[in-house]
């Protein structure tokens, strides 16, 4: 299991770009990055996922090196309601257990007026 | 959106009784978890299953129960509550390439 590290907290303003980067150095070749995004009193929802280079969706980006032992979720001009905590999972998708779905501290999103 | 329910949503209940949270889910997946957490903190992987008849217990050590008689119902018990057990359970289920959760269960034992 890939273990990864996030920072604990981020501040942003409104209308910023905020960027949370995930360290995972030990991932596996056969292993995905996985983005998770939970408001509180609800349940994890999926945000991005990607393998390598780049993957855009209408929430974020995701930005992964060449080496894969990083990867940088990018939320463009976020707003009030994208305080939350972010989670970076990383694991094989195919493999039929579930070392992939233990969910780390996250990164605890604040946006600022 | 993913079509998971859990019930109810929120249970207050007095020491000692017999609980059982209810999930279920409509999208046929084989994969289910049942996750804790506290306020404000990680979530803790506490059983999955792999599908009908099978049960795991996960990382943080529980003692509640699971049970996977039918793919879509994955119901967790606790056959004592105690005000340890206060804090708000996550239900999943997953595809091979994401999870999805249900809104949760907030318990608080009195």
């Known amino acids: 299991l890939a273990k990864t590290t996030q920072p604990i907290s981020m501040d942003s303003y409104e209308g910023q770009e905020v960027n949370i980067t995930c360290s995972h150095n030990n991932i596996a070749t056969n292993d995905y990055i996985t983005w998770y995004q939970q408001f509180p009193s609800q349940g994890p929802r999926f945000i991005i996922q990607g393998y390598k280079t780049k993957v855009t969706n209408e929430v974020a980006s995701l930005f992964i090196p060449a080496d894969r032992k990083s990867s940088t979720l990018s939320l463009p001009r976020v707003s009030l309601s994208d305080t939350a905590v972010y989670y970076c999972l990383v694991g094989d998708l195919s493999l039929y257990n579930n070392n992939d779905m233990r969910f780390g501290a996250g990164t605890r999103l604040t946006v600022k007026p | 959106e993913a079509d998971i329910y859990q019930t109810p949503r929120y249970l207050v209940i007095g020491t000692g009784k017999k609980i059982t949270l209810e999930c279920s889910q409509t999208m046929g997946h084989d994969k289910m978890y049942w996750y804790q957490q506290d306020p404000g903190m990680e979530l803790h992987l506490i059983h999955y299953s792999y599908g009908v008849n099978s049960t795991e217990k996960g990382d943080l050590s529980s003692e509640s129960t699971v049970s996977r008689i039918r793919t879509e119902h994955f119901p967790l018990t606790l056959e004592s509550a105690r005000p340890s057990h206060t804090s708000q359970y996550l239900c999943?289920?997953?595809?091979?390439?994401?999870?999805?959760f249900g809104p949760g269960t907030r318990l608080l034992v009195l």
């Open positions: 999943a289920s997953r595809t091979s390439e994401t999870q999805y």
